[in-house]
Structure formats: structure tokens, C-alpha cells
T-cell receptor, first 114, second 114 residues
Framework: AQSVTQLDSQVPVFEEAPVELRCNYS??????LFWYVQYPNQGLQLLLK??????LVESINGFEAEFNKSQTSFHLRKPSVHISDTAEYFC????????????FGQGTRLTINP | NAGVMQNPRHLVRRRGQEARLRCSPM?????VYWYRQLPEEGLKFMVY????????ESGMPKERFSAEFPKEGPSILRIQQVVRGDSAAYFC????????????FGPGTRLTVT
């Protein structure tokens, strides 16, 4: 069984400041890792994913996440945030068998202040 | 290609009534997942279905909840005799096949039990 811990339930930052949203996971098997974003009153959108290969993955809107196997972490970072990044961010894992359930963290609410 | 469709988007039921939530997966997708998001919590897996089959229902409450994905038509999540604790956002996701690691989410149905 897998579990995901997002250590920060809320993260307030000022516009153009850097941000890191932390995610740690626990699993007895190898996993795929995901970050999803949920804008207010909307469904979840896939932000980025780690499947294999380079441990640093990037999204089209400037976010990046680094898979650290020894620390079982997949922290999300952005060097300069924008007001439009205000949303809830969920870290999730699934095992490698494909077509399997996602296990989500509790979510981190990112609030960008002008 | 339309995304995952869910209806209704908002549903209000009195205690004891039945709630029926519908999910139409993306075109060509034959795998459907249901997740529940309680207030201030992350998403929790409920059930995974393929056409006419329940593959994994390990997250479904033992009583009052059922799900189906018929050969024709949308997937249905049914909650009988709703209680206040059933108030939540219910999200459906779909994927194309058994080897797919990526799930595409619908906008959700927000159920309020009064």
C-alpha cells in the first residue's frame, strides 16, 4: 500500500516570489508520481508526472518537480509565482502496474498575494 | 474530443433520499474511476470499473453505495439513503486502457445533503 504526505496544508507567498510545495510518499514498490492542480470549483488537471528517466520534470507553466528516491520525495517548485497560480495542489502516486488507483496527499492550498 | 463529463454539477438531497451521479468518460476510454473529496481533505479512491465490470471497489463504503458502468451509457455512482456525512465532491476520472498510467478528471459533482 502507498501513502502520500503533503506537509503544508496552506502556503501563502507574494507574487514573483519562489515557492516549494513538499510531498513525501511511502511505498513498498516502485511508483509513478504526479502533481495535480485544482483551480477553484474545477476538477483536477495533471500538472506534471514522473514515470522514469530524468528525475527532474517540468511543466509548461514553469513548475518543476524532482524525484528523490532516497528521501522518497517529489517536491514541487516554481522560481517566480503569479497570481494565476493560486490553486490547490495535490501530490499523488500509483504503482507501476498501470490503470490503477491514485493515492493522493491531503493537498496544499497555494495563495499568491500581490 | 470532449473531456470527462459529469452531471449534475451540483446536487442537493435531503437525508434519506437517493443520489445518482453520472460520469461519461472521454471518447475511447473504457476505464472509469470514482474519487470522493471531503471538505478540507484530499481525494480518496472509491471504485475502479471497466465496461460491465467492477475491478476494484476497495474504497467503497460497505453499505448504501454502489457503482456501475454499463455497456452503453455513462457510469453511475448511486448513494442510497444519503446522510449529512455523504456531502462531498465526487470526481470521476477515465483512462483509455489497462496499461495507461494517466487519468483524466471530470469537473466533479458537489453533493450537499440537508
Amino acid at each position: 500500500a502507498q501513502s502520500v504526505t503533503q506537509l503544508d496544508s496552506q502556503v501563502p507567498v507574494f507574487e514573483e516570489a519562489p515557492v516549494e510545495l513538499r510531498c513525501n510518499y511511502s511505498s513498498s514498490v516502485s511508483v509513478y508520481l504526479f502533481w495535480y492542480v485544482q483551480y477553484p470549483n474545477q476538477g483536477l488537471q495533471l500538472l506534471l508526472k514522473y514515470l522514469s528517466g530524468s528525475t527532474l520534470v517540468e511543466s509548461i507553466n514553469g513548475f518543476e518537480a524532482e524525484f528523490n528516491k532516497s528521501q522518497t520525495s517529489f517536491h514541487l517548485r516554481k522560481p517566480s509565482v503569479h497570481i494565476s497560480d493560486t490553486a490547490e495542489y495535490f501530490c499523488a502516486v500509483s504503482d507501476l502496474r498501470g490503470a490503477q488507483k491514485l493515492v493522493f496527499g491531503q493537498g496544499t492550498r497555494l495563495t499568491i498575494n500581490p | 474530443n470532449a473531456g470527462v463529463m459529469q452531471n449534475p454539477r451540483h446536487l442537493v438531497r435531503r437525508r434519506g433520499q437517493e443520489a445518482r451521479l453520472r460520469c461519461s468518460p472521454m471518447k475511447g476510454h473504457s476505464h472509469v474511476y470514482w474519487y470522493r473529496q471531503l471538505p478540507e481533505e484530499g481525494l480518496k479512491f472509491m471504485v475502479y470499473l471497466q465496461k460491465e465490470n467492477i475491478i476494484d471497489e476497495s474504497g467503497m463504503p460497505k453499505e448504501r453505495f454502489s457503482a456501475e458502468f454499463p455497456k452503453e451509457g455513462p457510469s453511475i455512482l448511486r448513494i442510497q439513503q444519503v446522510v449529512r456525512g455523504d456531502s462531498a465532491a465526487y470526481f470521476c476520472a477515465s483512462s483509455p486502457d489497462q496499461s495507461s498510467y494517466e487519468q483524466y478528471f471530470g469537473p466533479g459533482t458537489r453533493l450537499t445533503v440537508t
